[in-house]
């Protein structure tokens, strides 16, 4: 009797043991769930980037948006096995990992994603379904050119940075110089005018004309500080999907 006591002890607490294991260590925590995006631009869960180039990424896809809209973003990992998501391909994970997200704007569906796996050896540039399947190429030219090189060589930020570059070449036109800085340049005249009639109306008083224009300068002046509020990412993505379109490589 007592020998069956002592039994039933044993594997009560080798069953709480493993129920233990389960439920606290990192594998459990993490097992069935995508990564959660901690930057909007940058997320290096690998640790492979440098701070150069995680910083270079970050202002090229703000100005990437800026100028267009679109969002951007990279993210690397370990490995596509390390999450439990079921997923048995890097192309399946990158899909449901754009889809959790939501990257792009929900409308144009236009976002990018660019996923690195470095146990696995395999990298994704995800697109959004606004491109539809006419990207692919450029996204695998992009893969073999400009970042499978340099992965190969274990410079994995170089080719992330690289690859970053050349999707944004493949994507968009390059906005001119102007077509970037235009609203800056409205904005800096204004307040230059805004200068120049607040001069008008001290010597003229108010019966003088700067008067009137000051005003209409302020109403624009706060119609563009609206605008620029607006065209602001919040925080998170834009609700966009992805079925599938872009590329992948491996090394």
């Not at 995006?37 to 948006?65: P, T």
């Not at 030219?141 to 170089?158: G, H, N, T």
């Not at 409205?186 to 200068?195: F, S, T």
Request: with cysteine; net charge positive; charged share 20%.
């Amino acid at each position: 009797m007592e020998l069956n006591i002592v039994q039933h002890a044993k594997r009560i607490l080798s069953f709480a043991a493993v129920l233990c294991v389960l439920l606290f260590s990192p594998a459990a925590k993490t097992e069935g769930a995508y990564p959660s995006a901690m930057d909007e631009y940058v997320n290096d869960y690998a640790g492979v980037l440098n701070s150069a180039d995680s910083e270079q990424i970050r202002k090229m896809f703000k100005d990437l948006e800026y100028q267009t809209g679109i969002e951007a973003t990279v993210v690397t990992i370990d490995s596509i096995g390390s999450y439990g998501t079921g997923d048995a391909t890097i192309e399946s994970f990158a899909t449901n990992l754009f889809n959790t997200w939501g990257v792009g704007k929900k409308k144009e569906n236009n976002g990018v994603l660019i996923l690195v796996s470095v146990k696995d050896r395999e990298c994704r540039i995800e697109l959004g379904k606004g491109y539809g399947r006419r990207y692919s190429s450029l996204m695998q030219q992009v893969i073999d050119e400009k970042m499978v090189p340099y992965f190969k060589a274990e410079d994995y930020s170089r080719g992330i940075y690289e690859g970053s570059r050349g999707v944004i070449e493949n994507i968009t036109k390059k906005a001119s110089w102007f077509s970037f800085y235009k609203w800056h340049l409205a904005i800096a005249l204004l307040v230059i005018v805004c200068i120049f009639t607040g001069v008008s109306c001290v010597r003229s008083g108010k019966k003088g004309w700067g008067w009137a224009f000051f005003a209409a300068a302020g109403f624009l002046l706060l119609f563009l500080i609206r605008m620029f509020s607006k065209g602001k990412r919040s925080k998170g993505f834009g609700g966009g999907s992805s079925s599938g379109g872009g590329a992948s490589g491996k090394w």
